[in-house]
T-cell receptor
Framework: SQTIHQWPATLVQPVGSPLSLECTVE??????LYWYRQAAGRGLQLLFYSVGIGQISSEVPQNLSASRPQDRQFILSSKKLLLSDSGFYLC???????????FGQGTRLTVV | AQSVTQLDSQVPVFEEAPVELRCNYSSSVSVYLFWYVQYPNQGLQLLLKYLSGSTLVKGINGFEAEFNKSQTSFHLRKPSVHISDTAEYFC????????????FGKGTKLSVKP
């Protein structure tokens, strides 16, 4: 069966520090991969999605970037965090025809 | 382009009462529709999905939803809720393209009171 791992679960970082959140998927190959951010009262905002290694689509211009160095690995990064980067970050994977998406447990990021 | 509107941001209800969470979508092509549930500080869990076929879809935890193409709706229902159903519920749509992604509504917070 397929599983998705996302870490860390919580993170407190100072303004201006770098960020690296990692997500890996097991039990499937060539998945679509997604990073979402959830801010209080604002639902889910799609940040990035990837349909293959090295292929990243950005939905919202921002202080973040994403990379997919391996088929089942998706990384969310920032060189310098802003206070506005605080939120709940969710990684997800889906099949090629988007019949559904499966989510990790999320990372609560607080920038102080 | 597709969009999803969840008409209620919060729905309070008493335990054992029925509940309906409303979802409307817009799309120029055929769509797949989904409902997800999120418990506090957790990821999203798929409740049910409509891909094709019967318009009444049954999911986990006693939830069901009905796809209404003419009204572009996909409302979620449960005949009798429990305290444990307190969570946030998200409706989502996909056009099924391999290069696409799921579009989510802003969520509805269901609060079940004893």
């Amino acid at each position: 069966s397929q599983t998705i791992h996302q870490w860390p679960a919580t993170l407190v970082q100072p303004v201006g520090s770098p960020l690296s959140l990692e997500c890996t998927v097991e039990g499937t190959s060539n998945p679509n991969l997604y990073w979402y951010r959830q801010a209080a009262g604002r639902g889910l905002q799609l940040l990035f999605y990837s349909v293959g290694i090295g292929q990243i689509s950005s939905e919202v211009p921002q202080n973040l970037s994403a990379s997919r160095p391996q088929d089942r690995q998706f990384i969310l990064s920032s060189k310098k965090l802003l206070l506005s980067d605080s939120g709940f970050y969710l990684c997800a994977w889906g099949g090629r025809m988007n019949t559904e998406a499966f989510f990790g447990q999320g990372t609560r990021l607080t920038v102080v | 382009a597709q969009s999803v509107t969840q008409l209620d941001s919060q729905v309070p209800v008493f335990e054992e009462a029925p509940v309906e969470l409303r979802c409307n979508y817009s799309s120029s092509v055929s769509v797949y529709l989904f409902w997800y549930v999120q418990y506090p500080n957790q990821g999203l869990q798929l409740l049910l999905k409509y891909l094709s076929g019967s318009t009444l879809v049954k999911g986990i935890n006693g939830f069901e939803a009905e796809f209404n193409k003419s009204q572009t709706s996909f409302h979620l229902r449960k005949p009798s809720v429990h305290i444990s159903d307190t969570a946030e519920y998200f409706c989502a749509v996909s056009d099924g393209r391999s290069q696409g992604n799921l579009i989510f509504g802003k969520g509805t917070k269901l609060s079940v009171k004893p």
